[in-house]
């Protein structure tokens, strides 16, 4: 899903107040392993950094995929910033991305 992004740090808001992304370190390594870590929060230059994770998840993790790499799950809402009148199209980005991959394959 990200295979045809054109930039790597993108802004996507998010529209949780207590949501985070937890869990037990076998599994998070398991995780890390198996690269299933596809989303973190960063800051505007791309850091990883304590203020840059609004939620207080585990490595800053916003998004993951299953092994397969079929099935994703996100925190943020790149819905909430695909049109040029919201001043951000981040979010579009991300899903035009997926829907070239899914024709293409």
Known sequence: MTKYLSKNILKIPIAHSEGRFFAPEDVLQEMI???QIIWRYCDEKGNL?????????LMNIAGICNQGRNIFGMMPHPERAADPELNNIDGLQILNSII????NK
């Not at 950094?49 to 998840?57: D, F, I, R, V």
């Not at 070239?100 to 024709?103: A, C, G, L, R, T």
């Open 33 to 35: 392993q198996n690269n």
């Open 49 to 57: 950094t304590e203020n840059s994770k609004p939620n207080g998840s």
């Open 100 to 103: 070239k991959f899914v024709e």
